[in-house]
């Protein structure tokens, strides 16, 4: 059983392959002798036990983690539970097997950390791709006019400097900008400069209007 884990860590629903990332499979073979068989891959284990079923491993440097074991009998045919635990800056998106045909797909949260391909024959090849999406906040910057509008830059940007994020130009109440950030990134908000003959506040979520002179 071959995985690769995707994220979408650069934006949005855009996926790509990940290096070290955890995973634990268990295998057992089904019938009255559960455990006769070897581990090859991701550890090699000559004896297995209940305790020795379970082997864990990560992606490696060509982005996938291969779970390699064989059965003493040619006949066997094994489930094996692939399980992960997801940071908490990650959601289940989900998991896809592939073998010929589909075995798995399915965007079910308990599934996508924790699946089981049963009844695997000797030789039997599944490949798999496990997607665990970053969890984002929006930030948004919106304008509002007192009086007649005149023009304004909105950014929005992690680092405050040109080029931005996400950027406007605002000429009536309520234009805004925004950009989707993981959690806990730090962000800058405002416009470029105050227009001229106006003077600013800006808040800041439930916060009270803070007077503002425009830039980061």
Request: overall charge negative; some cysteine.
């Given at each position: 059983?071959?995985?690769?884990?995707?994220?979408?860590?650069?934006?949005?629903?855009?996926?790509?392959?990940?290096?070290?990332?955890?995973?634990?499979?268990?295998?057992?073979?089904?019938?009255?002798?559960?455990?006769?068989?070897?581990?090859?891959?991701?550890?090699?284990?000559?004896?297995?036990?209940?305790?020795?079923?379970?082997?864990?491993?990560?992606?490696?440097?060509?982005?996938?983690l291969r779970f390699?074991?064989?059965?003493?009998?040619?006949?066997?045919?094994?489930?094996?539970?692939?399980?992960?635990?997801?940071?908490?800056?990650?959601?289940?998106?989900?998991?896809?097997?592939?073998?010929?045909?589909?075995?798995?797909?399915?965007?079910?949260?308990?599934?996508?950390?924790?699946?089981?391909?049963?009844?695997?024959?000797?030789?039997?090849?599944?490949?798999?791709?496990?997607?665990?999406?970053?969890?984002?906040?929006?930030?948004r910057v919106v304008?509002?006019?007192?009086g007649r509008p005149?023009?304004?830059?909105?950014?929005?940007?992690?680092?405050?400097?040109?080029?931005?994020?996400?950027?406007?130009?605002?000429?009536?109440?309520?234009?805004?900008?925004?950009?989707?950030?993981?959690?806990?990134?730090?962000?800058?908000?405002?416009?470029?400069?105050?227009?001229?003959?106006?003077?600013?506040?800006?808040?800041?979520?439930?916060?009270?209007?803070?007077?503002?002179?425009?830039?980061?």
């Open positions: 059983v071959t995985l690769r884990k995707e994220t979408d860590a650069q934006a949005r629903d855009v996926w790509t392959s990940q290096t070290g990332w955890p995973f634990s499979g268990r295998v057992q073979l089904q019938g009255a002798t559960p455990f006769a068989y070897r581990w090859f891959e991701p550890n090699a284990v000559d004896v297995v036990d209940s305790g020795t079923a379970t082997q864990s491993g990560v992606t490696g440097t060509d982005d996938e390699v074991w064989r059965p003493t009998s040619s006949a066997a045919l094994s489930d094996i539970t692939i399980s992960e635990t997801l940071p908490a800056s990650h959601a289940a998106h989900s998991v896809s097997c592939q073998s010929g045909t589909t075995v798995i797909d399915s965007e079910d949260p308990a599934t996508v950390t924790s699946f089981t391909l049963e009844g695997l024959k000797v030789r039997d090849s599944v490949s798999c791709v496990v997607r665990n999406r970053v969890r984002r906040s929006t930030v304008k509002q006019w007192n005149a023009s304004a830059t909105l950014f929005v940007d992690a680092t405050g400097a040109a080029p931005y994020d996400a950027s406007t130009t605002a000429t009536a109440n309520g234009d805004s900008a925004s950009f989707d950030y993981p959690l806990s990134t730090g962000v800058t908000v405002g416009e470029t400069a105050v227009s001229a003959g106006y003077s600013a506040t800006i808040a800041c979520g439930g916060g009270a209007p803070q007077p503002y002179d425009g830039g980061p």
